[in-house]
DNA sequence: GCCAACGTTGGC
DNA sequence: GCCAACGTTGGC
């Protein structure tokens, strides 16, 4: 089984607005970057696990678990004129953004913070507290995945 | 709201 | 293909 991190504004789309959602699922479109682009479309399965990271708010940090339940298919608010994420240059005959389909699982009793993850040693190679990471979706590693939940 | 870090764009 | 200009991310 694979684990992900993946990153979205509260504002926008929180872990309460997945969880009520119908089916508790929802599409994670609107990433716009190559390298998150890749691991969506290239790398994540059904059933893999994701910690949802709200970002750009308060207390930025960790706040609870997902699950991939539909692999990469194409995004489709990029073809749509009026949507926030429009891109020209995705075409429907040859799309050039992805997305899959997460599964609220689990919401934490509490965040772990951004401050909390910094300060173990045994994350400094999680792209998320490396220096001027701006990644919005990166892989966790199994060993990673334990010990933050071993935070809570 | 500031600004550092980074990605993308486009002229040459 | 280089690189300056610009836009975005996201912590603080």
């Known amino acids: 089984m694979g684990y992900w991190l993946m990153k979205s504004e509260p504002g926008e789309f929180s872990i309460d607005d997945l969880m009520n959602m119908p089916g508790q699922t929802e599409h994670w479109d609107g990433v716009r970057n190559y390298q998150a682009r890749n691991m969506m479309r290239d790398a994540m399965k059904t059933g893999d696990r994701v910690f949802f990271y709200h970002s750009n708010c308060k207390e930025p940090g960790i ?6 339940v539909r692999e990469s298919y194409p995004d489709f608010t990029a073809f749509d004129p009026d949507d926030k994420h429009f891109d020209p240059k995705s075409d429907p005959d040859k799309p050039r953004w992805f997305m899959v389909d997460v599964r609220f699982v689990e919401k934490f009793p509490r965040t ?20 001027g990471n701006r990644l919005s979706i990166m892989p966790v590693t199994e060993e990673q995945w334990r010990f933050i939940l071993g935070l809570l």
Do not use: D, F, N
Request: charged share 35%; hydrophobic share 45%.
């Open 112 to 131: 772990i913070t951004l401050k909390e993850l910094k300060q173990r040693p045994e994350l400094e190679q999680l792209a998320l507290v490396r220096r």
């Open 63 to 68: 706040v609870g678990i997902m699950e991939v």
